[in-house]
């Protein structure tokens, strides 16, 4: 699976964006869906996740503030961020894969990554 995410940028804190990500070709309905994050210097870590079913897993972190979704029709995942902070500035990265214990390993397919950056 072929996937291109979009809808980075550099918002200020308190702000929104809405990260897409788009699968070329091959069909998402059964497939696990997640986020994740790296700023610099860091570990690369888990925002969101879905799985096959639809239940949704969250950092901390981002509870209640972030919220991933994905659209069938158009085989593409999005996370919707709100009331960014400095904090979450780093590149994001969409993975997909065939089980929700493969997302965040090698078994899945991974975008190629957006950067957020969030000022204070």
């Known amino acids: 699976v072929q996937l291109q995410a979009s809808g980075g940028g550099l918002v200020q804190a308190g702000g929104s964006l809405r990260l897409s990500c788009a699968a070329s070709s091959v069909s998402i309905s059964t497939k696990a869906v997640g986020w994740f994050r790296q700023a610099p210097g860091k570990e690369r870590e888990m925002v969101a996740r879905m799985t096959t079913s639809g239940v949704q897993t969250y950092a901390d972190s981002v509870k209640g503030r972030f919220t991933i979704s994905k659209d069938n029709d158009k085989r593409t995942v999005y996370l919707q961020m709100d009331n960014l902070k400095p904090e979450d500035t780093a590149v994001y990265f969409c993975?997909?894969?065939?089980?929700?214990?493969?997302?965040?390993?090698?078994?899945?397919?991974w975008g190629q990554g957006t950067q957020v950056t969030v000022s204070s």
């Open positions: 993975n997909v894969a065939s089980n929700w214990k493969f997302l965040g390993g090698s078994r899945g397919s």
